[in-house]
T-cell receptor, first 112, second 114 residues
Framework: LAKTTQPISMDSYEGQEVNITCSHNNIATNDYITWYQQFPSQGPRFIIQGYKTKVTNEVASLFIPADRKSSTLSLPRVSLSDTAVYYCLVASTTDSWGKFQFGAGTQVVVTP | EAQVTQNPRYLITVTGKKLTVTCSQNMNHEYMSWYRQDPGLGLRQIYYSMNVEVTDKGDVPEGYKVSRKEKRNFPLILESPSPNQTSLYFC?????????????FGAGSRLTVL
């Protein structure tokens, strides 16, 4: 299982772009990178998933370099409602599928 | 609406009194799992199930039991709860294939053991 490392917290102002980097040096060939968002006392919510290069959806972008040893979640023009904890999950969809290890997450605080 | 439903949402109990937290999903997902969340420790996996009658331990299985007799249900059983099991619990499910790591989580069950 790939171990992930994220910053504990990040602060930002409304309208800025927030970039959260997750390190996963021992990522395996079949591993995908998935990001979740969690508000207090709610279950985590899927944001975006990628394997390599760049993935973009209506909420965020995910940048994955060629060596895949890290990934960066980019939240464009954040608002107060983006204040949450963000988790990076690295896991295979085939090998040892099902045993997931989430890290401690990154607390993002957006202020006016 | 596609969802994972957990019950109860809140529970206060006493040490040693058996309890069950139910989890049900309506998406026909093969995979289901349980997590506990404690301050500063993120999400830790308790048990998971790849399909009916197939379960396996996660990182923190001690003190918990699970069963998967039906595809839609995956109850978490605390045979003899202790105060160190006071936590916020989440159930999640996903389908096999490329979306296997796209988990749908329940709203959570906050358990207090006195």
């Amino acid at each position: 299982l790939a171990k992930t490392t994220q910053p504990i917290s990040m602060d930002s102002y409304e309208g800025q772009e927030v970039n959260i980097t997750c390190s996963h040096n021992n990522i395996a060939t079949n591993d995908y990178i998935t990001w979740y968002q969690q508000f207090p006392s709610q279950g985590p919510r899927f944001i975006i998933q990628g394997y390599k290069t760049k993935v973009t959806n209506e909420v965020a972008s995910l940048f994955i370099p060629a060596d895949r040893k890290s990934s960066t979640l980019s939240l464009p023009r954040v608002s107060l409602s983006d204040t949450a904890v963000y988790y990076c999950l690295v896991a295979s969809t085939t090998d040892s599928w099902g045993k997931f290890q989430f890290g401690a997450g990154t607390q993002v605080v957006v202020t006016p | 609406e596609a969802q994972v439903t957990q019950n109860p949402r809140y529970l206060i109990t006493v040490t040693g009194k058996k309890l069950t937290v139910t989890c049900s999903q309506n998406m026909n997902h093969e995979y289901m799992s349980w997590y506990r969340q404690d301050p500063g420790l993120g999400l830790r996996q308790i048990y998971y199930s790849m399909n009916v009658e197939v379960t396996d331990k996660g990182d923190v299985p001690e003190g918990y039991k699970v069963s998967r007799k039906e595809k839609r249900n995956f109850p978490l059983i605390l045979e003899s709860p202790s105060p160190n099991q006071t936590s916020l619990y989440f159930c999640a499910s996903s389908a096999r294939g490329s979306g296997a790591n796209v988990l749908t989580f329940g709203a959570g069950s906050r358990l207090t053991v006195l």
